[in-house]
C-alpha cells in the first residue's frame, strides 16, 4: 500500500525556517518524481514545485523559488521541503503527492499533509 | 504560467441529478488535465488523468471530456457521498497549475 506521511509542520514565527519532511513507502520512491503542494485555510490548492527521481531537475512555481528548497533522500525514502523567510500567506497544510507521470506529472497519491502556522 | 478557471465556485444539485463542472485553461494544454475530489477534512483524490481516464476504484457515473483550453467533469445520478470540492490540474507545464474550486452540494 502506497503512504505518504508528512512531519515537522508547527509554529513559525514571521521571518523563520522550516523543513518538512515526507516519509514515503508502499514503493518504489526513487523512480517517482514528487511534489509539494499546499492549501491555505479555506483555499484550493497550490502546487509548490517538484523534484525528478535522481534530484537532476527540481522545478518550482516562480513566486516561490526563491524561499523554498525541495530536496530528497532516497536511501531514506524521504522527501523534503526547506521552507525559510516565511510570512503570514505561508500558513497552510502542505502536502507531499507522488507524480504520476513523469515528465508531466498529475498526483495519484497524496499524503494528509503537515500544517504550518506563521505568527508571532 | 497557464491560469485554470473554474467557472463556477459553489453548484447545488438534487440527488439523483447530473453535475457539470467545467474548467477553462489560458493557452491550450492538450488533454494533458487531471480532476481531484477533495472532501472535508481529506487530502484530494485523483479521479481523472488525461482529461478522460477515469482512476481505479472511481464510480463510473464520473466522466471527463474536453479538448484544446476547455474541459469537463460529470457526474451523473449524484450520491451523498460525491458531496465534495473538486478541482482541475493542467500538467501541460510548469508551473502546474490548479483551478480554484467548484464546491458541490445537495439540493
Known amino acids: 500500500e502506497v503512504k505518504l506521511l508528512e512531519s515537522g509542520g508547527g509554529l513559525v514565527q514571521p521571518g523563520g525556517s522550516l523543513k518538512l519532511s515526507c516519509a514515503a513507502s508502499g514503493f518504489d520512491f526513487s523512480r517517482y518524481w514528487m511534489s509539494w503542494v499546499r492549501q491555505a485555510p479555506g483555499k484550493g490548492l497550490e502546487w509548490i514545485g517538484e523534484i525528478n527521481p535522481d534530484s537532476s531537475t527540481i522545478n518550482y512555481t516562480p513566486s516561490l523559488k526563491d524561499k523554498f528548497i525541495i530536496s530528497r533522500d532516497n536511501a531514506k525514502n524521504t522527501l523534503y521541503l526547506q521552507m525559510s523567510k516565511v510570512r503570514s500567506e505561508d500558513t497552510a497544510l502542505y502536502y507531499c503527492a507522488r507524480g504520476y507521470d513523469g515528465f508531466r506529472n498529475y498526483f495519484d497519491y497524496w499524503g494528509q499533509g503537515t500544517t504550518l502556522t506563521v505568527s508571532s | 504560467d497557464i491560469q485554470m478557471t473554474q467557472s463556477s465556485s459553489y453548484l447545488s444539485v438534487s440527488l439523483g441529478g447530473r453535475v457539470t463542472i467545467t474548467c477553462k485553461a489560458s493557452?491550450?494544454?492538450?488533454?494533458?488535465l487531471a480532476w481531484y475530489q477533495q472532501k472535508p477534512g481529506n487530502a484530494p483524490r485523483l479521479l481523472i488523468s488525461g482529461a478522460t481516464s477515469l482512476e481505479t476504484g472511481v464510480p463510473s457515473r464520473f466522466s471527463g471530456s474536453g479538448s484544446g483550453k476547455d474541459y469537463t467533469l460529470s457526474i451523473t445520478s449524484l450520491q451523498t457521498e460525491d458531496v465534495a470540492t473538486y478541482y482541475c490540474?493542467?500538467?501541460?507545464?510548469?508551473?502546474?497549475?490548479f483551478g480554484g474550486g467548484t464546491k458541490l452540494e445537495i439540493k
Open positions: 490540474q493542467q500538467y501541460w507545464s510548469t508551473p502546474y497549475t
Open positions: 493557452d491550450h494544454i492538450n488533454n494533458w
